[in-house]
């Protein structure tokens, strides 16, 4: 599902994915769990391995924002982008 949001989200991905900025540890996981939500087309994504530490972290993050939509997820990835990174 395409929508007017999309360009913008694809650009802030880019920029997201090309920064030498560095970031704190829980700034990352909303990053994280903001795109997960966002691109996941078929319900809630999860991790796969419980065991490791990290993916605790990780499936907190998405469990945060499970209600959000796509779109919204979308929109919050972008808002993150331009607060921590520049204008989109």
């Known amino acids: 599902m395409l929508s007017s949001s999309d360009p913008k989200f694809l650009k802030a991905y ?3 994915s090309n920064t030498s900025l560095k ?3 829980d700034i990352m996981l909303h990053f994280y769990a903001y ?4 691109t996941t087309l ?3 994504y999860t991790t796969k391995d419980d065991e490791d530490i990290r ?3 990780k499936a907190n993050a998405l469990i945060q924002v499970k209600q ?3 779109l919204e997820a979308k929109q919050k990835y972008i ?3 331009e607060k921590h990174i520049g204008q989109i």
């Open 14 to 16: 880019e920029m997201a």
């Open 23 to 25: 970031f704190p540890p």
């Open 35 to 38: 795109y997960k939500r966002a």
């Open 42 to 44: 078929n319900g809630f």
């Open 55 to 57: 993916n605790g972290f």
């Open 68 to 70: 959000l939509s796509q």
């Open 79 to 81: 808002e993150m982008v």
